[in-house]
């Protein structure tokens, strides 16, 4: 083979291998910056899905946290839920029975109507609240034994007839339990226990005061149990 063809098979053989080099260079460089694309975009896109998210959690903290200070304005005892440790005691001074019909009125997140039906579930238990917050939250907590048996109404209970309870648990203040006693005092039939926690009814005494014996300035100090024959004038 002549110098000059061995020299050109030579050159060409060079141009192929850097061609091929260049090409997997390319190749790799163009992966790369796909790859590097891929991944900005990812970024970029759960960054502002992040951002969304925040934007969304913050709106709807403000939405309950308005709702929440709405209750506050809206009603005469706002939502302070009484203390677990007296749960057992409530019950106890509730006395459900088999068959009975027991409301909270303005049952907050619905733990001393859970409570009493975990010690007696074979009774019907209506808890009635209108601020919206701590309804959706018991409804939310107590979805397990909500039913036919177990009701949580939003509404006012003065709007609601309460001729068919048996028990009555409240902890309300006194100026709303002084606009309540009429109502219950109409409708109520004889024999109805109704159990208000630290407050009591104006004007009639209890049957019972349980003393919690609490430290003062702690809630859930005192029971007061009164039998419907008191309430009635
Ligand atoms: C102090 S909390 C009691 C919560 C619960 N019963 C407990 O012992 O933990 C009072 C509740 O009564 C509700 N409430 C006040 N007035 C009401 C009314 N007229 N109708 C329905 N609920 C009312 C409030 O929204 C609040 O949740």
Redesign the pocket.
Known sequence: MSYGRKYRLKFMCRRFVVLCISARLVWTFVLAERAFFVYTSFMETLIFVGQIFIVIICILVMIVGLMYQW?LFA????????PKEILGDIVKAMDVKPGSIVY??????G??LAACYRKESDAKYIG????IV?HVYAKFRLRKILGSNFKLLH????RHDLSDATHI?????PG?LKSLLPKLQKELKPGTRVVS?DFEFPDIKPVEVVDLNRPKGKRGRKLYVYLIKQLKK
């Open positions: 209750s009603t005469r005892a706002p939502f302070v839920e009484i909270d009125l303005g049952s907050g997140d733990r001393v009635i609240d209108k601020a701590p509404k006012n209970f003065f648990y409240v902890y309300l203040f709303l926690c």
